[in-house]
């Protein structure tokens, strides 16, 4: 498995999930634990590009894929995703627990072409609970990441 | 969770054969082995006890270029078993020819669970009854005979249609909806070989056997979905009403596609979802709407042949208004839909 | 500026953004669950399928036997260590591991410890026990279940308050209500799952959870495990998402330090969504009986207001509102009574606005009908009911700006386009409605302590034992620091959640800003005198200035004439490299043992109804507007405008946030949350996401957040009025008086969805 670049060869338990896999494996503990059955969206990560739950994947199924997660966001200088800079600049979290799985799911909703308008983003991130209920900045923060990478 | 045996097989005979290969011969059970595509379905009931597959047979590297291609010809829609839920909602030629299956989809789950969920695996997942899903509980569907703690529980969300004294657990998917309105077919392959079956006989009434859901054997394989469609499935729309406005099954949702003459029906698909324990085509409904003229009160006595039947429970007795009012709804605003 | 940062007026800080912003948007915030720990096993709960009975017996050697499974603890394993108690740091007072009788549904009966979490995890769902089963009682109605009177069963609630003689003003009432109202069980459903890591040094014991109080929970679990707090640590650098939910210790963070100890190496016990349901706290569902009378001008010359609320059976968990509802306007007589109901459930704690959010539901439901009762438009009603002197003790109040949330909030929202006849407002298949009613919530504060070092770069460290759930506590401590310092706010670093550090309040009851922000100031303070008796001093750079009317600012200390002196430059002149000052903040009326209940990790609150002077409370005015479909009758809310006046704002961004997502909770609680009990057996049937429904990103269009200049030197040194709970007060009630304008359905009982307005 490729994450965030780099080939890792795990001897995993066929029962861990991806999510566990990152989080207690590989040490990548951006990635998020928020309900373990696919109902909150804290542990989205890109697999192939494509906004996923790692939580409801086998990380064993995931053999040759290439996965991204928050950590592997920030560019080579480390400096920010504009993604990462847009919800810092419009305060698109509180407790910051979702935020990466929400980050994740932003980042797929624009290059899925689910972004828009207001209206589809709001539809298309309702997978990503927020529960300090920062709705309206993450709405904010991604039409202006949307923006900044569409000149990019 | 228990421990699985772990396969990933490259071409969809050599699944078969994996899933066919036990030595005493029997009929594999889903106790046995089960497929396993996108997963959102079953490694959530894996994670819960209440799948506890002793293999797992990976669909993922399925060779076969057909399982992951959207085919349009001949009108007939052909849905590769892996094309996955997002996949579809977003083709622009699904939701020109008939935006009800592209509108089931992308009003189903969430954009992540879309991009994992194949369409095979979604049409047949398994109900979200609370008493299900804990395994501490009484429930006729996961342990046959136990009981169903749902018909004197709490039973908001569940089914007034098709339903039994064994079950009455929701059948929760949206797409099926679609499916079982058009008329589709289902390709199988399993260990006798291929077959097709009707998408209205692919699930099964609960009965006194809820724990048989589908008319499929463990060793078989969905391998493609074909919907045939015309020119009018154009006007055609799903309806989904549920307590919020995204991520959430549907309490009451109506399927409704309109061959219109005018302000007449010539033919109309009707089925409906969140009420009922099967995906439900309410062929009454439709009987009741050819030749006439489509407005409120035509609209309302289909609604009203479509719920003639139901056995509402202590908590679920809105799904009876509720689900005619979605019917009514969508028919109108299927009539109205400028195509 | 954006809409996440508004413009500071009067007497609020800048909106600048969350120190710990980078860390959490690239991963690196480290939650307790996240911490690496060498050599860690997996502990996984397993639990009670039962509500009532006892253990008869216990099968674990299924367990026992699976590969990689290293220990189970269970019932009769926590030899020398004492049950949890129940109070302000214990969630209840039922050790589940200490006998065999089951209190509630998922009750802990084991914890099983495993190499890997798959392992521990199977191990503990081929846990089964035998009972001896009793039939539960569920809730209110349930047979068996014990009603008593609340007041001074807990130290929360010590009496039902009255005023006057209300059963003779409301007899002679012109226009009168009598109704009752009823708000659900409902979950806080943080997003981060609980969790407990415990690890050995020798005698020395450290905790990874997150904690809403590290402080009380150090000495509350030393007390279980007979241990000397100097050898407990808990750590808790960030939490996600707290709502009062990690404020009370549960039973779990003992048995798994016993499990630590039992294997000998650290032990990681992350508890599943649907287990945190029955093993944490929660809001116990209420009914209220509202009684209003008033005369035709609409003055109330009479208002009772009693509760009913559920409890567990051994635990007298109270919320009682009433202390705010029978202050909150100008009534002639006031008539209180709070119940407590005792059933086989898990104890509940605090949540959100424990008591206001259903109390205040309920008043301001009332009001919305009594206003419709007596032919007047809502905001008049309140206008003109708007009090001088609280009515229970006849106090005044520090500050009282709701007529002035109200106006705002009315003229952003524009209620004068409100057609008051109900069902009036269509915009084609939908039905409009617009309602609104006020949001109040006590000011507290409470013994905090703090310590600020400053060091000749300028660099500034400030260390409190506070807790970031997400309020943006670190941020304003830091700007606080910043602006009384002198310093840019990246020069200064905040470090919270750990009982290592100077002890802090629990982060409840809204009282971190003003308790951290004072105590923070008063170490500044501290520091600022000794840099300026320095400066000033013969020696100094400034020498002759005079150290009164000194200031800081860009890293100098600078005169009122202009001359300024460079900080490197007075630190040169003192001869040391650093300052650093540990200041112990305690509020006015603050008892003796105030400070050294502190280190005991006991919060003396003081503030709200309980100064002798004043009470004390913020204020807002919600509007919302609904929407429901005519045919299918979905509700949808389009927009919402809340006014919120809270004193000094420390940080507008911060502030807008808090108040914002508390509105949206407000929306959850009128529409969407709700835990269902199946009654027969007494548990919970919906423990996931899955079922129990928060509001998502779709719900959710326009919520403005509009911050009312207050000025309040009375409240507390910082003049800071906690607004983390005041949001999410009212807002249940503004949607049911908009549902009502709306469809002319008066819905009582929350949430209001389908069910309820379909036929």
Known sequence: MRINGQVYNLGLDNRTSLLDALRDHVGLTGTKKGCDHGQCGACTVLIDGKRVLSCLSFAVMNEGREVTTVEGLASADDSLHPMQQAFIDNDAFQCGYCTPGQIMSAIGCISEGHAGSEDDIREYMSGNLCRCAAYPNIVAAILQARDEMRRA | MRPFVFERPTNISAAVALVSSFADGRAPTQADVQFIAGGTNLADYMKLGVARPRRLVDLNDLSEPALRQIRISDGTIRFGALVRMGEAADRGDVKRHCPLLAESLKFAASAQIRNMASLAGNVLQRTRCEYFRETSWPCNKRVPGSGCAAMEGLNRQHAVLGTSDACIATYHGDFAQALIALDAVVDVEGRHGTRQIRFAKLHQLPGDTPDVETDLAADEVITAINVPFSEWSRRSRYLKIRDRESYAFALASAAVALDMDGDTVRQARIALGGVATVPWRARLAEEALVGKRLDQSAAETAADAAFAEAKPRRHNEFKVPLGKRTLVRALIETRDMKV | ?759
């Open chain 3, 1 to 759: 500026m954006n809409q996440a940062a508004p413009a500071p007026k009067e007497n609020m800080g800048n909106p600048i953004p969350r120190v710990d912003a980078g860390l959490k948007v690239t991963g690196q915030a480290g939650y307790p669950a996240d911490l690496a720990v060498a050599n860690v096993a997996y502990g996984v709960l397993a639990t009670s399928n039962i509500a009532k009975g006892r253990i008869s017996a216990l099968r674990l050697d299924k367990a026992r036997a699976m590969p990689g499974v290293l220990d189970i603890v269970s019932v009769g394993d926590m030899d020398g260590v004492d049950k949890p108690k129940f109070g302000n740091t214990g969630a209840s007072s039922i050790g589940p591991l200490h006998d065999r009788t089951i209190f509630h549904d998922g009750q802990i009966i084991a914890l099983v410890v495993a190499e890997t979490f798959e392992a521990a995890e199977e191990g503990a769902m081929q846990i089964s026990a035998d009972y001896t089963q009793e039939t539960p009682s569920a809730s209110f109605d349930s047979a068996g279940a014990e009603m008593e009177p609340a007041a001074g069963k807990s130290p929360l609630f010590k009496e039902d308050v009255n005023a006057g003689d209300f059963e003779a003003a409301y007899s002679t009432a012109a226009v009168k209500i009598d109704q009752t109202y009823s708000t659900p069980t409902q979950h806080h459903n943080p997003i981060e799952l609980f969790s407990t890591t415990a690890m050995w040094q020798g005698d020395k014991l450290t905790i990874y959870e997150p904690s809403q109080n590290v402080t009380g929970w150090k000495i509350e679990l030393a007390r279980q495990l007979n241990i000397d707090p100097v050898n407990v640590r808990i750590v808790s650098p960030y939490i996600g998402g707290a709502f009062g939910s990690k404020g009370p210790m549960t039973a779990r963070t003992a048995i798994v330090a016993v499990a630590a100890r039992r294997v000998r190496r650290p032990v990681r016990c992350v508890v599943s969504r649907m287990q945190a349901f029955n093993t944490q706290t929660y809001r116990a569902e209420t009914r209220h009986r509202i009684r209003i009378g008033a005369g035709k001008d609409g003055r109330i010359t009479a208002f009772a207001h009693e509760g009913w609320e559920v409890t567990s059976r051994p635990d007298p968990y109270v919320v009682g509102g009433t202390s705010a509802t029978g202050r909150m306007y100008d009534y002639g007589s006031v008539l209180t009574r709070v119940s407590l109901v005792h059933a086989d459930r898990n104890t509940p704690g605090y949540m959100r606005s424990p008591p206001e959010t259903p109390y205040v539901y309920a008043l301001e439901n009332a009001m919305d009908e009594m206003a419709v009762a007596l032919g007047m438009d809502p905001v008049q009603f309140r206008r003109i009911n708007e009090p001088q002197k609280e009515p229970i003790g006849g106090k005044p109040f520090s500050s009282r700006s709701l007529i002035n949330c109200y106006d705002q909030a009315a003229e952003a929202f524009g209620w004068s386009t409100r057609d008051p006849a109900v069902g009036s407002m269509r915009d084609g298949d939908w039905l409009v409605g617009m309602g609104c009613a006020t949001a109040i919530y006590p000011t507290a504060a409470a013994p905090c302590a703090a310590r600020v070092r400053l060091t000749a770069d300028g660099q500034v460290r400030v260390q409190c034992g506070s807790h970031e759930i997400g309020t943006g506590v670190r941020t304003v401590a830091a700007q606080m620091a910043a602006e009384r310092l002198g310093v840019d706010i990246d020069k200064v670093a905040v470090e919270m959640g750990d009982s290592a550090l100077p002890p802090a309040p629990v982060s409840g009851g809204s009282i971190s800003t003003a308790s951290v922000c004072s105590a923070v100031l008063k170490a500044c303070e501290a520091v600022r005198e000794k840099l300026f008796v320095a400066a000033a001093g013969n020696d100094g750079p400034l020498a002759g200035s005079g150290n009164a009317k000194l200031d800081m600012t860009n890293e100098k200390v600078v005169t009122e004439t202009g001359k300024s002196a460079k900080l490197a430059d007075v630190f040169k002149a003192m001869q040391i490299g650093a300052i650093e000052e540990y200041a112990e903040f305690a509020p006015n009326g603050s008892s003796p043992e105030a400070l050294k209940k502190l280190y005991a990790g006991q919060a003396e609150f003081h503030g709200g109804d309980q100064d002798k002077d004043s009470v004390k409370y913020a204020f807002g005015a919600e509007f919302v507007e609904v929407r429901i479909n005519s045919y299918t009758r979905e509700i949808r809310v389009p927009r919402m405008v809340g006014a919120f006046a809270a004193g000094r704002i420390m940080n507008t961004r911060t502030a807008r946030s808090q108040l914002m997502g508390g509105m949206i909770w407000g929306i959850g609680q009128a529409l969407h949350e709700a835990t269902e009990i199946d009654q027969r057996h007494a548990r919970y049937v919906n423990r996931d996401l899955q079922d129990y429904l928060v509001p998502v990103n779709a719900d959710i269009k326009a919520v403005d957040v509009i911050l009312v200049p207050e000025v309040d030197h009375e409240v507390n040194p910082a003049g800071v009025k906690g607004l983390g709970e005041l949001g999410n007060v009212g807002t249940a009630a503004a949607v049911a008086s908009a549902v009502y304008h709306a469809t002319g359905r008066r819905i009582r009982d929350l949430p209001i969805r389908i069910d309820d307005l379909i036929t």
